[in-house]
């Protein structure tokens, strides 16, 4: 019994770790992307709807580094990663066609069913390691979808 509640734990930390999920919204009217870390929030346009969206990074209350973003009222935690937001980063990234990490020749070879570019229609989150990784969240209907950018 103790086995399966410890594999029902781990696979419920893995799917949070890789599924973005709605939370409650807070009040961002005094959002200020200059007054925080530069590397450590952003703001766009990151649906098309017209309007400012928001997107972060904190500390949950168990020490995890949460990338955030609030759009359209709504707050997603899009990824939980390590104890450490230092070295993370996430930043805008403008509107176009980009490669993906596989088409760029990073990790294994492309799967059939795997994209090799994006074309953002909208401003996208690039959420990383700096000198390391690139993840692009993208608005695609009525959630965010990702794709790696780079290993």
Known sequence: MYRLINLM??????????????VAAADRSGFDAAQRTQWH????DFNGDGEIDY???ELDDYGYCLLM?????RQYVLRR???VCGGLYVVTLAPGV???????GYGPACRPDELREVNLAHTGLLFGQQEASGQLWYWRGDGFSQVWLSD
């Open 69 to 73: 973003a609030e759009v359209a009222g």
């Open 41 to 44: 929030s952003t703001t766009g």
């Open 98 to 104: 980009h490669a993906t990490a596989c088409a760029k």
């Open 55 to 57: 997107a972060w990074l």
């Open 9 to 22: 734990s781990v696979l419920v930390s893995a799917a949070l770790l890789c599924s973005p999920y709605a």
């Open 81 to 83: 990663s390590g104890r």
